[in-house]
């Protein structure tokens, strides 16, 4: 049975106003993504990859053109609704971690349940269980600076799944890590690909990175060059 599209791009343009001048960092492009592909969107510094990334994120609007989210446009949502489709849909995976630093691991993941508004016991339980499943199950008490850069990975891997999102959206996932606990990410997001049927969208400037994924798509001045 074929797949459904859960993301699709129509024409979308992103332009920016700096002072007089306007940047177009996205210029028409047109994208669909099926569930359960595993898409490496890459390109060099400045072609439009992170802009990319926001608006499949959710976390940004586009000047023109259309994205649909599972078949809900959303380019015409107000911030309040898009955070919403952000909190169900999307978990992200960042470069920098971006864990909170007075919290423990079990706690950095359950943030994203309590937003939910899950209760505190069952958010902690859910928690705990992802953590034990990538391997962190005696480190759920540890603080993010009592953990090794690939074990804050792995947190904030096991915080983007929280919510059981359709899409896990990393960027540049491996940026900060050493090559043998890049090595453990990038088989943690193919596991997740493989196994659990989720779609894996991954930014990143490294080629070598991108043929882990299924289909690469590049970018060159804010245009899909190759893979659209």
Known sequence: MAKSEIIRLENVWKTYKMGEVEVNALVG????ITQGDFVAITG?????????????????????????????????????????????KIGFIFQQFHLIPTLSAVENVMLPLEFQDIPTETAKKIAAEILHKVGLGDRIGHLPSQLSGGEQQRVAISRS???????????????????IAGANVLELLQSLWKKE???????????K?????????????????KGG
């Open 209 to 225: 990175l991108a043929s882990y994924a299924k289909r690469i798509i590049q970018l060159k001045d804010g245009q899909i060059i």
């Open 29 to 32: 492009v047109s994208l669909a």
């Open 44 to 88: 060099a510094s400045g072609s439009g990859k992170s802009t990319m990334m926001n608006l499949v994120g959710c976390l940004d609007l586009p000047t023109k053109g259309v994205i649909y989210l599972d078949s809900k446009n959303i380019s015409v949502l107000a911030e309040s609704e898009l955070a919403q489709i952000r909190g169900k």
């Open 197 to 207: 049927g989720k779609t894996i969208i991954m930014v990143t400037h490294d080629l």
């Open 161 to 179: 799944l929280a919510n059981d999102p359709d899409v896990v959206l990393a960027d540049e996932p491996t940026g900060n890590l050493d090559s």
